[in-house]
């Protein structure tokens, strides 16, 4: 597995999933488990679930705090079923300085599947509200969505690096006239 | 009509070349099944019963006469020399081949026109009045409304992989000719007190398995908000409509779960807090940009009275003439003109039965040169399958009506009972239960004395192959449903439905009745109507007043 940025590129990616009972099977960037986590001695990206981040209190939340010393960096992941209640409470999360979020710097979106839309909303609400950091999406997107998807706010892209042959790449830039979903001002007719 | 721009160009060539190259790889196994599908249906693209099926967009039902002749060349090249007009006013090929699709998008680009979004699981052609801009009595015309909306809706980033389909329709009156409030959003164009335009916005209406009116959510829109408010409606159900249940998965079912107040209220906190006063407001600019696409056409100025007296003089001398003006022209804002309606529903030509809704490429071609001529080069398509000239002269109508016979386009049915809206049924979609057009055939068949037509007035009969409802029977005020018994169809009838202002659902006549008792079936229940009926009772109205009851008793009897 590869990530692949919005601008065609494959990029060099550290980051790593902390192994957690509800990870999707199919999640294709390396996992680590908690205890190898607290011997290493670097200290890796991490991707944790979105829920667990967002605890407050009790065992996870002192888990989280473990792991944010023993990390550089905090990403989240959620499934596309998450709601926008939830991404605004992790944006708050993210500007507050007690908690691990704070400065949030990847959200990862899993796809369960290709008709599954919901993905697209929840990164254009990402945007909306104002969240500069990573999208990041995995799971079963298509080529044919990947410039719906940019457009929506996604960034980066987990894809199998046997889909990268051939021209996979020239779906970035597909139908690029179109309209991006946000401004009057980008209708054809008000250009 | 609106000019597609250098912008809309762009876009539709590169779609054309995006399809073409998904094809290409769906063709060598590159693109699995599961992410074509959705893919070639967002082209407009079925596989059919007996061949794939293509939807062709008509914006609004909006056709230029160099659009028509176009759709004519391509029937006869790449199909079988005959296109079939849909409710959501685009127009479908029976028989096009697979491969040679984007040849097909190709040349539809050529003349501005496309196949995008006309089926899959996003926001569908807008549809509206097809006397829009011509009627005395509009508040604003629809259509540079439904213009803002189609740029906005093509190729919406965010809304190409809803729970559901999504079909959206404007008005501009108070009747209601589009059918609104059984759409996912209708929009009506209203006034409030300040005399400032703005939308009533109805969510949640939709017929197929489980028909539901739509609710008012929003009494008055500020136009300007047009946009922010739908993108915030089409957000709450993209996350919130089920996707579990193709069944349950429009909006109609999301709002009827939440319940009115509850489903408002998500949209209002995601207008507010997001879109509301952003880049999606519209300014008076684009406004007035907007109906700089639709300005009035260069109307003569005629002399009524003389015009008045030279039609009567044609209409006192010509009986079939005098029909087709009563049934199927409407009036005109603008004094001498008036508004052509063109059957689609001839019935029987030389014992053959047409379709309802089809046109031949020959009819087509001659279509566009008679639009040219008395129309000022424009023709539209309506919910009821039938074309509109929107704009004829008072004075042309006797040789539009003769040039218009000898194409076999001037039955003078519109509104009767064989004035039909009718799906494509068992013999083409693969998603049927039954058959219509033989149903049709013996309806016409039976009910060929154009005087009881006209006596029995104004009589919306739709029918429908299977529970998806395409064509709508749910609102016809005669509605008739195909259904599997056993591999043998069989027909339900139910009465009484509507889909104007006064949208309701028809009530279910009782068991469903066999293919050879439709017509029959239709007579008895006609026959009651004539009988009970009051003076100017309209068919809907004695309905209403009578319910099913003595229907059911005289079908039925004991049985």
């Avoid at chain 1, 590869?2 to 494959?10: A, D, G, T, Y």
């Avoid at chain 1, 065992?59 to 939830?86: F, K, P, Q, Y």
């Avoid at chain 2, 599961?34 to 914006?59: C, D, K, S, T, V």
């Avoid at chain 2, 579990?244 to 807090?273: H, Q």
């Amino acid at each position: 597995m590869v990530v692949v940025n919005r601008h065609s590129q494959v990029t060099e990616d550290n980051w790593t999933f902390v192994e957690v009972n509800n990870l999707p099977t199919d999640v294709p960037l390396p996992q680590i488990c908690l205890s190898e986590l607290l011997h290493l001695n670097e200290r890796p990206d991490v991707l944790v679930p979105m829920t667990d981040a967002l605890s407050q209190s009790g065992l996870v939340a002192e888990t989280m705090s473990l792991i944010n010393n023993h990390s550089s960096r905090i990403g989240v992941w959620c499934a596309t079923d998450t709601s926008t209640e939830t991404l605004d409470e992790l944006l708050a999360a993210s500007k507050n300085a007690d908690s691990v979020l704070l400065g949030l710097d990847l959200v990862l979106i899993h796809v369960p599947a290709f008709a599954d839309g919901r993905g697209f909303s929840l990164a254009m609400h990402l945007r909306q509200q104002g969240y500069e950091g990573e999208i990041r999406m995995s799971g079963d997107f298509g080529r044919d969505q990947l410039a719906y998807l940019t457009r929506s706010g996604v960034d980066t892209f987990v894809v199998a690096e046997q889909e990268l042959k051939g021209d996979f790449m020239s779906s970035f830039d597909a139908l690029e006239s179109a309209q991006q979903g946000r401004a009057a001002s980008n209708l054809p007719m008000f250009r | 009509m609106y000019q597609y721009n250098h912008a809309d160009q762009a876009i539709v060539d590169e779609r054309v070349s995006q399809f073409r190259d998904q094809t290409r790889r769906y063709l060598t196994g590159e693109l699995p099944d599961e992410q074509f599908l959705p893919l070639r249906l967002q082209n407009g693209l079925y596989i059919q019963r007996h061949a794939p099926m293509l939807r062709i967009a008509i914006p609004y039902g909006l056709l230029a006469t160099y659009q028509l002749r176009k759709l004519a060349e391509i029937t006869r090249r790449y199909d079988r020399g005959y296109g079939h007009f849909t409710t959501r006013t685009n127009i479908q090929l029976n028989w096009p081949k697979l491969e040679e699709v984007p040849d097909i998008l190709a040349e539809l680009a050529s003349v501005q026109m496309h196949a995008i979004q006309t089926s899959g699981n996003c926001i569908r052609n807008t549809t509206t009045d097809p006397y829009a801009g011509i009627n005395k009595d509009e508040i604003e015309d629809p259509r540079p409304y439904c213009e803002i909306i189609r740029q906005w809706s093509t190729f919406h980033p965010e809304f190409a992989f809803l729970p559901r389909k999504f079909k959206i329709a404007v008005i501009g009156t108070e009747a209601d000719r589009a059918a609104t409030q059984v759409h996912d959003i209708g929009l009506h164009i209203v006034k409030n007190d300040e005399g400032e335009v703005g939308f009533e916005v109805l969510v949640g209406g939709g017929l197929g398995r489980t028909p539901v009116i739509g609710k008012v959510i929003r009494e008055f829109l500020p136009r300007e908000h047009l946009l922010s408010y739908l993108d915030a409606i089409l957000r709450v159900y993209n996350l919130h409509g089920r996707r579990d249940n193709k069944y349950k998965a429009r909006i109609k079912i999301l709002v009827e779960s939440l319940g009115v107040p509850a489903f408002t209220k998500l949209v209002e906190a995601e207008w507010n807090a997001h879109s509301k006063d952003g880049e999606l407001t519209l300014t008076e600019d684009n406004f007035v940009k907007a109906k700089s696409y639709f300005t009035e056409p260069d109307y003569e100025q005629i002399d009524e009275l003389a015009s008045q007296a030279e039609l009567k003089k044609q209409l006192d001398g010509n009986k079939d003439f005098a029909n087709w003006y009563q049934q199927n022209t409407v009036s005109h804002k603008v004094a001498g003109y008036r508004g052509v309606v063109i059957s689609l529903k001839a019935g029987l030509v030389d014992g053959k039965f047409v379709p309802p809704g089809d046109v031949t490429d020959a009819q087509m071609d001659t279509l566009a040169d008679l639009a040219d001529e008395y129309s000022f080069g424009e023709i539209r398509a309506t919910h009821q399958q039938n074309l509109v000239f929107a704009d004829v002269k008072q004075s042309d109508l006797y040789a539009l009506w003769e040039a218009l016979t000898a194409i076999n386009l001037a039955r003078a049915n519109i509104n009767t009972l064989t004035d039909m809206i009718v799906c494509p049924g068992f013999d083409y979609c693969s998603l049927a239960n039954a058959t219509t057009h033989n149903i049709a055939e013996q309806i016409n068949r039976k009910f060929d004395q154009v005087d009881y037509l006209y006596d029995l007035g104004k009589i919306q009969l739709n029918m429908s192959g299977c529970m998806n409802a395409c064509a709508h029977h749910h609102v016809g005020d005669i509605g008739i449903l195909g259904v599997d018994k056993k591999g043998e169809h069989w027909y339900q009838i139910s009465l009484g439905g509507s889909s104007g202002s006064d949208a309701k659902l028809g009530n279910i006549l009782g068991k469903a009745v066999a293919a050879e008792e439709v017509a029959d079936t239709l007579q008895t229940i006609l026959d009651v109507y004539v009988d009970q009926r009051e003076t100017e009772e309209t068919f809907n109205d004695a309905v209403n007043r009578l319910g099913i009851k003595p229907f059911k008793e005289a079908v039925y009897g004991g049985r």
